[in-house]
């Protein structure tokens, strides 16, 4: 092969023959890497830039030990690389010429040579040739051809630093003078290596298997952060004969979901950045996208960063590349040599945006998963899907009475959640109502202010990946009610409906407050005892109009029934009116009162007069049924009321005071005063029996329970 003839390399062969160099044979080994020579040249008349890379894989040098002077014209001493140089000549501070050239293709690896006395080497490259031309910027000036440049880099007797030499790395700059005239600052890098690179880079994240993103009320403020280690060694441990010169980090295909949680915040940030963000370390704040960071290394061997979380269902791939002196590039793998170089973070099986801890945590269910399940209904599934569950909402925690302020908190994918959307100041009004709604429905209340859910009620209104049904919050709040009464669920036009048809659940506790001072007075006037508190009064509203949230119907209609009556002792069909005791004594009409100026005897009904029963196929009123329910009337009515189906007369059964309900039935056979079979006249109808026997809605209240369509 023809050298370039360069002057330095032609002394450097004539330094090998006369001297006697020692070399080692070794060097004749194949090497890989490259070498890149940067030089600018300053003088009194002018300046010039030349810049030379060349590369190698697996060349083996030109140069032998038999014959160090012989080319042997081997073709695998050769590289790639490419070449540049700019010239210019200045006179009186103008350019006068320039000179350009340009220069990519074959390289070669001329020799590398140890010299074992003084533990050092040499190196010599051949780059590319490097052509083009000259200019005359003069009047009358001519442009030339600028024939083949030098392009050979050389580092000469560069010291081991050690006994190795399977690793050959540095980076030289030297500044000369030119006769006094100027500078030449030449910069040498080179890196090269034989035989496998014994080095790997190890990706340790911390808690690895556990860990999972969490959010914060700001879009800007991360949740948590997954410290991750960078180690390079030997493949079988040790340390490495490379050092590094950095580290390149990088996130693809990071998730990007809208604000933080499903529902917060109610105006997300219309350009969102990504969910997982890398951080330089873990003190730090991202306000950037930050999907590609280089960190330096210390101690030449090992890194820190961490990976800042801004959402609670945030995902990640992972990508670490170690970037060894001399430009050598490694590719970081999980924990061993041999694993995964694409790292998921969290940790989570392939395809799966969930992590593993939770998915084990939650019995594995598939993402888009809607399935849970109460006990007595075949309705399944709250309008969230697992991965949302996962994803997590900002909301109240803890005790209703001793809420915290509102956090990030995952839901339960095997329990069937409500949102309940409350004033903070009334949660201490409604909070036993919730925990009797809670314990009877087997759906779990999760407790929203007002600046967590939007106007228009919608619980994932941040919704996302893997969204099955766009799910609701039930509203509920203190205020006065459309009928008097002391709640209801709007629309009033609905007896019972799914929580995206509830617009408003209004507790009156005004009325309740009034209504029980009432019944308070009439029981001790009559020296008796209200069967219930004020405090289990409002409970067991709040309960009934949540489940009536959740698609629950009352035990049957209204009574219709003629009101405000007055018995004669000789009317026509006849009276018969009966005491609230458990023997249903009729009260005589001798001791009813006397009118004294029609001088008949007479009887007022106070209060309101519900249908009984007359045959086993009547409708039940909404007092029927099982009156430990909450969703029964207990105190809707003062009289049942029917008529005999033999003679016509009237029959008015006095409703004793009885409890609230504190649950939800199973059944619709009636309870207390309207089981079947009571002691009495006529017992099987005296008051209101079973639910409504004819509306599969009536009655059965927990098979009822739904939360979406």
Request: glycine fraction near 10%; charged fraction near 20%; proline fraction near 6%.
């Amino acid at each position: 092969m023809k050298k370039t003839g360069l002057p330095v390399a032609a002394l450097l062969t004539l330094f090998i023959i006369i001297s006697g160099f020692q070399y080692d044979a070794r060097a004749q080994s194949r090497w890989s890497g490259s070498l890149t020579l940067n030089e600018k040249v300053v003088w009194e008349g002018g300046k010039s830039d030349r810049h030379v890379e060349v590369s190698f894989t697996n060349a083996l040098p030109t140069l032998h030990r038999n014959d160090p002077t012989t080319d042997l014209n081997f073709t695998d001493d050769k590289g790639r690389g490419r070449a540049s140089l700019r010239d210019e000549l200045i006179i009186g501070g103008n350019v006068v010429g320039t000179g350009d050239c340009r220069g990519s293709g074959q390289t070669e690896l001329h020799e590398v040579l140890f010299d074992p006395k003084d533990s050092s080497y040499t190196i010599h490259a051949i780059g590319p040739a490097c052509n083009g031309t000259t200019v005359d910027l003069l009047p009358g000036g001519t442009t030339q051809p600028y024939g083949p440049e030098f392009t050979d880099i050389i580092v000469t007797s560069k010291a081991l630093g050690g006994v190795n030499q399977t690793v050959l790395t540095g980076l030289v700059t030297t500044v000369g003078d030119i006769d006094g005239m100027g500078k030449v600052t030449r910069t040498v890098s080179w890196s090269l290596w034989r035989g496998p690179i014994d080095a790997v880079l190890i990706v340790s994240p911390v808690d690895y298997n556990n860990w999972m993103p969490l959010a914060t009320r700001d879009e800007l403020r991360k949740g948590n952060a997954m410290d991750i280690n960078l180690t390079v060694q030997k493949r079988n441990g040790g340390e490495s004969p490379f050092r590094v010169s950095r580290f390149e980090l990088k996130l693809d295909s990071t998730s990007s979901e809208k604000g933080t949680t499903l529902n917060f915040p109610l105006d997300p940030q219309p350009n969102q950045l990504p969910d997982l963000r890398l951080l330089p370390d873990n003190i730090a704040e991202s306000i950037e996208a930050d999907q590609y960071i280089e960190i330096n290394s210390n101690d030449g061997k090992t890194g820190y960063f961490s990976i800042g979380s801004y959402d609670g269902g945030g995902w990640t791939t992972l990508t670490a590349v170690a970037v060894l002196e001399g430009g050598i590039r490694i590719e970081g793998t999980l924990f061993t040599p041999t694993g995964v170089k694409e790292i998921p973070i969290p940790k989570r099986k392939a395809n799966s945006k969930i992590a593993t801890a939770w998915l084990a945590a939650n019995g594995n269910p598939g993402e888009t998963d809607d399935k849970e399940q109460s006990a007595g209904t075949t309705n399944k599934g709250d309008g969230l899907s697992a991965y949302e569950e996962y994803r997590g909402v900002i909301a109240f925690t803890g005790n209703v009475n001793t809420l915290s302020k509102p956090e990030f908190t995952r839901l339960d994918p095997k329990v069937k959640e409500l949102g309940i959307q409350v004033i903070k100041g009334e949660f201490p009004l409604f909070a036993e109502g919730i925990n009797w709604f809670k314990v009877a429905s087997g759906v779990s209340p999760v407790l929203f202010s007002k600046d967590e859910i939007p106007a228009d009620r919608m619980l994932n209104k941040n919704f996302g990946h893997a969204n099955v049904y766009n799910q609701y919050v039930l509203k509920l709040e203190n205020g006065t009610t459309s009928k008097n009464a002391a709640g209801e669920n709007r629309p009033i036009t609905l007896d019972f409906m799914i929580p995206k048809q509830s617009e408003l659940v209004v507790i009156n506790v005004d009325w309740i407050e009034r209504f029980y001072h009432i019944q308070d007075s009439v029981a001790r006037a009559e020296r008796m005892q209200v069967p219930y508190t004020k405090k289990e009064l409002l409970a067991s509203t709040v309960a009934h109009e949540l489940a009536h949230g959740v698609n629950v119907n009352h035990h049957g209609k209204p009574s219709i029934t003629p009101q405000n009556r007055t018995a004669y002792e000789d009317s026509h069909p006849a009276y018969h009116i009966f005491k609230p005791d458990p023997a249903g004594t009729e009260i005589p009409i001798r001791d009813w009162l006397l009118d004294p100026v029609l001088n008949k005897r007479h009887f007022e009904f106070d209060g309101i007069t519900g249908e009984a029963r007359n045959t086993p196929g009547d409708p039940g009123t909404d007092e029927s049924g099982d009156l430990s329910c909450f969703m029964a009337y207990t105190s809707n009515y003062q009289w049942a009321f029917r008529v005999s189906n033999t003679d016509g007369s009237l029959y008015y059964y006095r409703v004793p005071s009885l409890p609230v309900g504190k649950k939800l039935c199973t059944s619709k056979t009636g309870t207390g005063i309207n089981r079947p079979g009571n002691v009495g006249v006529n017992r099987v109808n005296k008051y209101f029996g079973d639910a409504d026997p004819n509306d599969p809605s009536r009655g059965n209240c927990l098979s009822q329970i739904k939360l979406r369509d």
